[in-house]
């Protein structure tokens, strides 16, 4: 049994990560730069204990530049897994003429040529490791 997992890549701008939290907190609460209050924090993760941590000490200051940097940084990329049956036939006809870029031993990972990959991950080993790499298992026998 294979799972196909393919990767693309993420805008920062609309993707967050969110907990079981009620639907009320969810709701967006524009919040300018800079001006993250208790309040804010209270209600979308009530859960989190705001009183200072003795002997640790905050930074203080503009982080402006920080900012910039972390927004200019390249794009995360999530894996996206895809379960068999929807799809999985028009990549793995995709995979067949693509080149491996890294395998371990439940995964052969191939390269796009746009630099986005594609995982195929099975439930049983599929590679071997012989000399320090990863090389696909074979039932061929040799001399």
Known sequence: MACVLAALPVDG???????????????PSPVPPGELTAEHVERVAPDIDL?????????????????????SAPQPVTL???????????????????PVVDRDEYSNTFGRADGSRIRQTFTEPVNVEVEGKWEPTSTTLER
Request: aromatic residues 4%; without cysteine.
């Open 51 to 71: 009183a200072p941590v003795k002997g640790v000490e905050y930074p203080v200051g503009d982080f402006s530049a920080q900012a910039e940097a972390v927004a």
């Open 80 to 98: 996206a897994p895809m379960p068999l049956g929807q799809g999985s036939e028009d990549l793995a006809a995709e995979v067949a003429d693509l």
């Open 13 to 27: 701008a609309i993707a967050s990560v969110r907990g079981p939290e009620p639907a009320a907190a969810r709701e």
